[in-house]
DNA sequence: TCAGCCATGTAATGGGTTACATGATTGA
DNA sequence: TCAATCATGTAACCCATTACATGGCTGA
């Protein structure tokens, strides 16, 4: 198992080889929304694949004034990203949800659906328990805030699993 | 300055004089949404806040095996916690916002509308750069997922634009 | 009887952030 | 000429999480 970094970044490395600082530029105009780290994190992470040999980098001379590193996926990072994507997780942050669904392209059909899916469900739950709590707090001024606050909450995961619901529909029309 | 947590403690005691365990039940539900911290997090933190004089704890015994502490706010923390709920950071962490305005009623009015302004603000900006990304990202199958979770987030962002406006008119009128 | 809640913590681990360093090139 | 971008990192810090320990009480 590796971090939720490392495999973003070994899902960003599917759209080509890339340095690190382009990793980051991607990262943020790509996957930003959900996955945005520091660029030193970046460069933390690199090595690491590199040693467990999911990616292989290689230096490109005479780009200004640094050795310029490109990095690319091995197979066996390519495996380690699908394999990631195959495992299916209903309790895992929805976050990372989300990233899996992002990069769902690598991933065997079934698996990106049950992954919408376990979005879905999570949102489900934490519907409920938004209305719960909607339901038992008094409605007194000390409490309208936090009311406040928790509608956003509610608003934002109604969305959310209408979101997945398109998403699953238009997965089902398209094989 | 005290970290986010420590912040979020404070706010909760307002509440009332709880103990560790309370809180960290109190918390999940109420800020849950937006802070939900370890256990063992709020266990660290009270000690700090007790040594710094914001809160001050009292033994309560014979409850059970444990003595249990009971802790509230001293006035230096109800003074910390309203100077923070006044300094208003344009560029914070939205959930940082989004906790000012949950403990909002303990800020003075115009600040709670700062924050509130402050949220729309960081939201429409978000909603602009994924209108960006949105248009530059070319539509074909490999940015297809890409493509489907910046939806989310554009939907996710519209609707807090939308609530924030409704928030403000609130709180327009009825003063 | 056995899981689960109350209640308070310690220990270890680690991922991630902030800040800093370096320096050539390019556009305003 | 001055800021910003490209490009790659190092160092230090620290907050937070996970796992563990303890043990009586309560309800199924």
Redesign the interface.
């Known amino acids: 198992m590796l971090t939720t970094s490392e495999y973003a970044v070994l899902g960003l490395l599917t759209?080509g080889e890339k340095s690190g600082y382009d990793l980051w530029c991607f990262a943020e105009?790509?996957?930003g929304?959900?996955w945005a780290p520091a660029k030193s994190q970046i460069y933390k992470v690199l090595p690491r694949l590199e040693r467990s040999g999911l990616v292989r980098s290689r230096l490109v001379g005479e780009t200004r004034r640094f050795d310029k590193q490109l990095h690319r996926l091995t197979p066996a990072g390519r495996a380690a990203l699908r394999r990631w994507l195959t495992t299916l997780d209903a309790d895992a942050d929805p976050d990372v949800q989300?990233l899996k669904?992002?990069?769902?392209?690598h991933a065997p059909p079934s698996a990106?659906a049950a992954h919408v899916a376990a979005y879905r469900e999570h949102s489900v739950r934490t519907l409920a328990l938004?209305d719960a709590?909607d339901r038992?707090l008094p409605r007194d001024?000390?409490n309208?805030?936090?009311l406040?606050?928790?509608?956003?909450?509610l608003?934002?995961t109604r969305?959310?699993v209408e979101?997945a619901d398109e998403?699953l529909a238009?997965l089902d029309a398209e094989p």
């Open positions: 759209f105009r790509s996957v929304f959900i989300l669904i992002f990069f769902g392209r990106l938004y709590l038992r001024d000390r309208d805030l936090p406040a606050v928790l509608a956003l909450g608003r934002r969305e959310a979101w998403l238009r």
